[in-house]
């Protein structure tokens, strides 16, 4: 149906409801230039034969007793500072356009939390919004955002879609409250296919907020007001009730409470549901994951994809070594340790969001688990992180190894660090003729015991870079072994195989949503799926490659008869 609106075409919102199915992705990623099949309406141009519903009318409401409220509301009623007896909350895009806002429901972008805020139960207040949500079958006990929004005169909203893992678990409902012919709402599946639609006064629409969108008030003296709210239909949710004056801690993405807030602490003890509730994620602001080995292995890729997720704050090195050199031997107590090593990440704003995990991955210390592993568990609180694991096929991870060391264009401290000088002078051959030899000569075979690979092998290895041990650091399940012993797989160590996390652009997010879920993080997609930290060299020599094979051979089938899998590497 169509209406004049302000001399403009304006497309009236059919009755119906948006599927879900429908907001998965952006529709722009879906119809990212003008569709093939293009049917002329009045202009602008819709693709009628592929977009799906973009907006729909869900029901219409006499909302003029809402709307008397709202004109009678003094100024200071909108306000953040001055809502007496609500809690502040912010919503940085809209914030930064000056439009105001009263909340009544909130959650963070993963729907971990929802927040029922002190006015969605006041009732003042719950009378207007239980008949909206009754005019469309909604029970509130699964809206899990609900505000008002009022926007000043000659403000204009950019062309944007909503973002973050709620929008496509959650309808968006908008209802106008207060507007005029001289607002302007345009929506279109790109920006290529922007439509006017008719959001007058009462009529509850349903919009795809995964579809691009736009608002202007061109009204000269009045504020566009909407109530706008989210519902899921079957999402598990977690609702929390909160008090009058309560301090809440948010990110972009995330909701916390203030640790500090002297109102938490009244709860302590108190039998509600609140303070418990602030606690269920983590207490503790110590890494919640640690990609330990095998260095060459993709542990750079898995890292960075972690590192993309927005409940992730990365560390400030992605590698602290700091459980093999760097050590600090003139700390004498695990508490001492922990402080200390607590400056190599954000540790203030990890105090102050709960929500927000960090970690580190320092491939070495797989190897050296003989110093890594006492530390580690004097130091770090038990059951409070994860181990990741990467490992490659041993042969390539070898060569690969032997080329970062000899490649002199990084910088200092990174040439330092490669142990360069141990490998330059020295062919691939030659060094794995030798390290071969060397363990032979030490007696390690795949059914070595650890204290015995202990004594012989890793007691003594160079401390401070990474050249060195080229072919040892092959013997995977003899390191694995004191790893697994004090975590086991699958439970706190997760092992993955290079190629896991190579391949298409699904097939890398699926692997990494199942190191998100193990570590502890709701699915998120990630933009990038390039591998990192990758360099270009020469194959390896078909001899050399064929005798590494072999050599391994009976330790990677050790490695295998361990996790029970063969591994993708």
């Not at 190897?367 to 580690?376: E, F, G, K, Y």
């Not at 490659?392 to 690969?400: D, K, L």
């Not at 020469?538 to 990677?556: G, H, Q, S």
Request: charged share 20%.
């Amino acid at each position: 149906a169509m209406t004049t609106f302000a001399a403009t075409p304006v497309i009236v919102p059919p009755h119906g409801t948006i599927d879900l199915v429908d907001k998965q992705v952006p529709l722009c990623h879906m119809f990212p230039a003008k569709c093939q099949n293009m049917t002329p309406v009045p202009s602008p141009y819709t693709c009628i034969d592929d977009v799906p519903p973009l907006c729909v009318t869900r029901a219409q409401l006499d909302v003029s007793a809402f709307k008397e409220h709202l004109l009678n509301l003094p100024e200071h009623m909108w306000n953040d500072d001055t809502q007496d007896g609500n809690v502040k909350l912010m919503r940085p895009a809209h914030d930064k356009w000056g439009i105001k806002k009263i909340v009544f429901t909130f959650c963070d972008d993963f729907l971990l939390k929802v927040l029922d805020l002190p006015w969605s139960m006041d009732p003042t207040w719950q009378p207007f919004l239980d008949e909206i949500y009754e005019s469309i079958g909604v029970d509130k006990s699964k809206v899990v955002r609900s505000l008002l929004a009022s926007m000043p005169p000659g403000v204009d909203i950019p062309i944007h879609h909503d973002t973050g893992h709620w929008v496509k678990h959650c309808h968006r409902v908008h209802v106008p409250i207060i507007t005029g012919p001289d607002v302007r709402f345009r929506v279109g599946a790109n920006e290529d296919l922007m439509n006017d639609y008719l959001f007058d006064e009462g009529r509850v629409v349903e919009l795809n907020n995964q579809s691009k969108h736009a608002v202007s008030n061109n009204m000269k003296n009045t504020y566009r007001v909407h109530l706008i709210f989210d519902y899921v239909e079957d999402y598990p949710l977690s609702r929390y009730t909160v008090k009058p004056g309560q301090k809440i801690m948010q990110t972009r993405r995330s909701i916390d409470f203030d640790p500090n807030d002297p109102l938490l602490k009244e709860e302590e003890g108190s039998g509600e549901s609140t303070s418990a509730a602030l606690r269920t994620l983590r207490t503790t602001v110590s890494p919640a994951f640690i990609i330990i080995g095998a260095q060459k292995s993709g542990t750079t890729s898995l890292y960075e994809y972690i590192c993309e997720h927005p409940l992730v704050c990365r560390g400030k090195r992605r590698e602290t070594h700091y459980f093999d050199w760097r050590w600090n031997a003139k700390l004498t107590t695990p508490a001492g340790h922990l402080d200390y090593y607590l400056n190599f990440y954000h540790r203030e704003a990890l105090q102050s969001h709960a929500s927000i995990m960090t970690g580190e991955s320092t491939p070495s210390y797989m190897l050296h688990s003989d110093i890594v592993l006492p530390r580690l568990q004097s130091t770090l609180p038990p059951d409070t992180f994860k181990l990741l694991v990467m490992l490659r096929n041993p042969t390539a991870r070898a060569f690969s190894h032997f080329n970062m060391s000899i490649d002199m264009t990084g910088t200092a401290e990174q040439n330092k660090n490669r142990g360069a000088s141990s490998y330059i002078s020295s062919t691939f051959e030659e060094i794995v003729d030798k390290e071969i030899a060397a363990l032979l000569d030490m007696g390690i075979t795949p059914d070595t015991d650890y204290q015995t690979f202990k004594e012989k092998a890793l007691t003594g290895l160079p401390m401070g870079h990474g050249g060195h041990s080229i072919v040892l650091r092959g013997l995977y399940a003899l390191q694995l072994e004191p790893w697994i012993a004090q975590y086991p797989l699958d439970v706190n160590m997760k092992v993955l195989g290079l190629k896991e996390i190579i391949g298409t652009q699904q097939e890398v997010q699926d692997k990494v949503n199942s190191v998100y879920e193990f570590i502890g993080l709701p699915p998120h997609d990630i933009p990038d799926v390039a591998a990192k930290n990758t360099r270009a060299y020469d194959p390896i020599n078909p001899e050399t490659k064929a005798r590494l094979d072999e050599f391994y051979a009976p330790y990677n089938a050790k490695l295998f008869e361990i996790l029970g899998r063969e591994l993708a590497w």
